[in-house]
């Protein structure tokens, strides 16, 4: 990456603009997104360690297009072996679907409805043998304790496995005839394995799953450095994840260190195992060096961008994400390891920025809270839009969650020490409310962003971005119109 000035200032991504270059890439397809830090993404995407952002869902569909997901460190370690343990069994190509028995009410299935975006509950039998499928269409009108056998479509499309993998021209066309652009995919049994749906068949010819040794699906997950993290770190481990993050607001303190070296102990040195180690936050190039010789493989660069974050404003400590990203990705790479660029990604080019700057991933908090994915109820408002709750890690309402089990002095002296937003909504795209959306937004921008630069993979665009400085008015000059301005 070439900058065309010497900044005076750090840096946001606001900030800064690429300049085209001569290309010989001609379609966007032809750019290969895979990352080189050996997480397994082909897509340069994390989806944060929140708890409104990754759960079981967002982690299965996130590694189903070539990304990735972060598990949040304060659910209980039961229950984070038991969703990694799950996750490993999902379906490459076929969604993981709802499900109801024929004794199922409509109350209960427009409960599920807004699970999935493709919008279909199905009624299976005792067996798990579909009976038919629901959508709201099925059950506008109706009563809500109708049961759901009573209103059902019946024979809707079936495939074998074999068939959802055969020729996706062939595939799309026979379920896009559809009524409901869904088909199930049967075992050879009959019983039901997933869902496929007529978008899906389009994005498995365009990602490439993030996949283990074995062929299943890849999970990340969070420890909390003020945790038993060897304990921890093994159990997970144990149970299939693949990456484990140490994360604190403040990476770069000596207790994140001394659990860097006790977990890179239990794992064997770096490169002896494929399970890699992310630790952070950090924003500088002294920081970034600590954690990668205490035994990190990946360093997560931000402190203050999230847009649920109040670090900045309360404490005033933090750094432009944009020069925080340069500054880490260089100095790591100088000692053979990586950094994500964690925060502060509000748009595509905000992400083709960071990586750009030498980050091998990105993680997204807020933008993928929004999703159907994410794990929080889905709301409407008063006006008719869908939205789902979002809160920052360090806000009261995490807090206090997370010091449940603590006596009531202890939780009362922590939460004098609150930071962050305890509730924000985050609005669903109209018609586009899954975060395979935003996966198909952002990849196109990056990949566009890459054939403008000449570059056919990531490394390349490292190195041939072009990037200048531009003012507020600059920045605003790009921003779309929506509406006259006469």
């Given at each position: 990456?070439?900058?065309i ?39 340069p995407l994390v ?11 967002m982690?299965?569909?996130m590694?189903r ?5 972060v ?13 990694v343990?799950?996750v490993k ?5 076929v ?13 209960q299935?427009?409960?599920l ?43 809707p ?6 068939e ?15 009524a409901h ?5 049967l075992e050879?049994?009959g ?15 365009i ?33 299939g994840?693949?990456v ?20 890179r ?12 180690l992310?630790?952070?936050n950090?924003?500088?190039a002294?920081?970034?060096r ?19 974050c109040?670090?900045r ?12 990203v ?17 925060g502060g ?13 030498g ?11 929004g999703?159907?994915?994410s ?9 008719g839009?869908?939205?789902?709750e979002?809160f ?10 997370r ?27 109209d018609?586009?409310?899954?975060v395979?959306?935003l ?6 921008g ?33 921003r ?7």
């Open positions: 990456m070439r900058l000035h010497t900044p005076a200032t750090d840096l946001t991504y606001d900030d800064c603009f690429f300049l085209p270059s001569r290309s010989a890439v001609t379609s966007r397809f032809d750019v290969d997104l895979a990352t080189d830090d050996r997480t397994g993404t082909t897509v989806a944060a360690n929140m708890t409104a952002v990754s759960g079981r869902r982690a299965e569909v590694a297009r070539g990304g990735l997901a598990l949040p460190q304060d659910l209980p370690l039961e229950r984070l072996v038991d969703t343990r799950s069994t999902r379906d490459v190509l969604d993981h679907p709802l499900t109801l028995a024929p004794t199922g009410t409509v109350g299935a427009r409960a409805l807004p699970k999935r975006p493709h919008g279909i509950v199905v009624v299976v039998d005792a067996d798990r043998r579909p009976l038919g499928i629901v959508s709201e269409q099925e059950l506008e009108g109706r009563d809500a304790f109708t049961a759901v056998s009573e209103v059902l479509l019946a024979d499309l079936t495939l074998s496995p074999q959802a993998a055969g020729d996706p021209a062939a595939v799309h066309a026979r379920i896009g005839a559809t652009e869904v088909a199930l995919v050879g049994d019983t039901l394995r997933g869902v496929l749906t007529a978008r899906g068949v389009l994005r498995s010819t990602y490439t799953p993030a996949l283990d040794a074995a062929g299943a699906l890849r999970v990340a997950v969070a420890v909390g450095i003020n945790a038993d993290v060897v304990t921890r770190t093994r159990a997970l481990v144990d149970a994840a693949d484990i993050v140490l994360d604190t607001a403040h990476g770069h303190q000596e207790r994140m260190i001394e659990a860097l070296r006790s977990v102990t239990e794992l064997g040195p770096a490169g002896s195992t494929p399970v890699r992310v630790a952070g950090v924003v500088t002294e920081g970034t600590e954690l990668l010789d205490a035994g990190a493989d990946i360093v997560k660069v931000g402190v203050g961008p999230g847009a649920m109040t670090t404003m309360m404490t005033g400590v933090g750094r432009p994400q944009f020069s925080a340069l500054e880490c990705s260089t100095a790591a790479r100088e000692l053979g390891g990586h950094v994500w660029a964690d990604v509000r748009h595509p080019r905000d992400v083709a920025l960071a990586l750009a700057a980050a091998s991933n990105v993680m997204i908090g807020s933008w993928f809270a999703t159907f994915e794990p929080g109820d889905l709301h409407v408002d008063e006006a839009r869908k939205y789902k979002n920052g890690m360090a806000s009261k309402r995490a807090v206090s969650s010091t449940a089990a603590e006596d009531a002095f202890s939780r009362a002296r922590k939460s004098l020490f609150e930071e962050g937003i305890s509730t924000s909504h985050m609005y669903l795209a018609g586009a409310g899954s395979e959306d996966l198909d937004s952002i990849t196109a990056v990949r566009s962003s890459c054939t403008y630069a000449g570059a056919e993979d990531l490394a390349a665009f490292r190195d041939r971005a072009v990037i200048g400085l531009q003012s507020a008015a600059g920045f605003a000059e790009g779309p119109v929506a509406t006259s301005w006469s």
